[in-house]
């Protein structure tokens, strides 16, 4: 039997752009998923756009129902900025107010323990239109945005995220073409990256003064790089990106100050972002007060065929344009492969994470905010009218014997959070893969609990297995 702490929280995350969907007269703004789906509906799998997605905005009662029967003690939705203010900044759309009122009300009443992130990828588009997260007036629309959260709904939510795999739009919209604005530009990532976390210290020091006893934190990918061999190549490349994708966030937001090797890094090539002192004092004064963490899969690099440390990169006077300048993907063979969506799979990576927040960043408390399995095709293991997702359950069970071995060791994790509840809509890949507790209808949006949600509740009331 694997026993987790007195207290320990067991739920799943979701988002307001992936659940919501969108009603006519709702008072929604446009967001930066919404524009791009009207100008290139073509990139989007099926063309299913984030209008069509699952319905909570009108199911949310019987959404709330479903939490309670899969064993929720925890739930972390978010807020949509472009639904709650439609432009960005200015005035409030009373709908929105309505509506999550009621929707943290509702779980409240049920006992579950609420945290609620603020951003998860979708910007107001009549703020990406000026230059989105490249322009610093986002970021002070954010703190504005931010505080108004904690006044409208601070009554309710003690608990709170400032944004979700801040990381993520910085590799998947500066470079790469997952995201809008979708282009590569790593002078501009940098940027990008430097105002969210300015951002998110912002939010921090709203929420500490608006609401002293509130707790705030921020969601990242901590996903371990892992060198493909001991060569001192292999070895600095896996160490840059460790740097570049998690403790660029990572150490500001828990240290409140960045990695010096990273910031030599930058400065080398001329990419250090437009920032004053006065900022950086913001970053080291509001830390946050525990951490979320998500973990799905590993990094493996391995160093670039034209290394940085060649002769003709030192020489390279343009410098570099993306990251696998200074590290690339590595695909290890024989690894342990998730069949129906083709991730690795690699449990001992929780470990090490948990080790690294215990040795590294003072064992500061933290939860295992997102965690989960895809699968595309799903309905072929129906049977009886329910999906039979086993391999969903052995997924779970496989990483919570490592997370318990990790509180076991000292760890300071104090929940798990699965991806997601209901199968919902995600980005581009639309609902190519399911993750939910709960199957969604596409056709008729009837929601049915898989087999994994039955036991899930299980796993809730025993607080283990």
Request: include cysteine; glycine fraction near 8%.
């Amino acid at each position: 039997m694997y026993k987790f702490p007195d207290g320990f929280l067991w739920g799943t995350s979701t988002s307001g752009p992936q659940s919501e969907g969108i009603e006519q007269g709702d008072g929604k703004g446009m967001s930066n998923w919404d524009y791009w789906f009207s100008i290139a509906p073509e990139k989007f799998h099926h063309q299913v756009g984030p209008d069509r997605t699952s319905t909570f905005y009108k199911n949310y009662k019987e959404d709330i129902e479903l939490l309670e029967q899969t064993g929720h003690t925890t739930f972390r939705p978010s807020i949509q900025w472009s639904r709650l203010i439609p432009e960005g900044v200015g005035a409030i759309n009373p709908k929105a107010v309505e509506f999550y009122r009621e929707v943290f009300k509702r779980i409240n009443d049920k006992g579950i323990k609420l945290m609620v992130n603020l951003y998860h990828f979708d910007l107001p588009y009549a703020l990406q239109a000026k230059g989105g997260w490249e322009n610093k007036e986002t970021v002070y629309a954010f703190r504005d945005y931010a505080a108004k959260c904690f006044e409208l709904f601070g009554d309710l939510v003690d608990t709170w995220f400032t944004f979700n795999e801040p990381i993520v739009p910085v590799e998947a919209g500066y470079l790469g073409e997952f995201h809008y604005p979708a282009k590569v530009d790593l002078k501009a990532a940098i940027q990008v990256a430097y105002n969210t976390q300015l951002a998110s210290s912002l939010a921090v020091e709203a929420c500490h003064r608006l609401n002293p006893a509130h707790r705030i934190s921020v969601i990242l990918n901590l996903t371990p790089a892992y060198p493909r061999s001991d060569s001192s190549e292999d070895l600095k490349a896996a160490r840059i990106a460790e740097l570049f994708q998690a403790k660029s966030f990572l150490d500001p937001s828990v240290n409140g100050y960045y990695p010096e090797e990273l910031v030599e890094i930058i400065k080398a090539h001329d990419l250090l972002p437009d920032y004053t002192s006065e900022e950086l004092d913001v970053i080291r004064e509001n830390t946050v007060d525990f951490l979320g963490v998500n973990y799905y899969q590993p990094l493996r690099v391995q160093a670039p065929e034209d290394s940085a440390d060649s002769e003709d990169a030192a020489n390279d006077v343009a410098g570099p344009t993306n990251l696998d300048y200074y590290f690339e993907q590595y695909v290890m063979p024989g690894r342990k492969i998730n069949p129906h969506r083709g991730w690795e799979i690699y449990e001992p990576g929780v470990y090490d994470i948990a080790m690294m927040i215990k040795e590294d960043y003072g064992n500061i408390e933290w939860i295992l905010t997102e965690n989960g399995m895809g699968v595309e095709g799903e309905e072929k293991f129906k049977q009886d009218g329910v999906i039979q997702d086993d391999y969903r359950i052995e997924f779970i069970e496989d990483h919570l014997k490592v997370l318990h071995q990790a509180i076991e060791d000292g760890a300071n994790c104090h929940g798990y959070m699965l991806w997601t509840f209901v199968d919902c809509w995600s980005w581009l890949n639309a609902y190519k893969n399911r993750y939910g507790l709960v199957e969604l209808n596409l056709e008729t949006q009837e929601r049915t609990i898989k087999k994994s949600g039955h036991w899930f509740k299980t796993l809730s009331q025993n607080n283990g297995f």
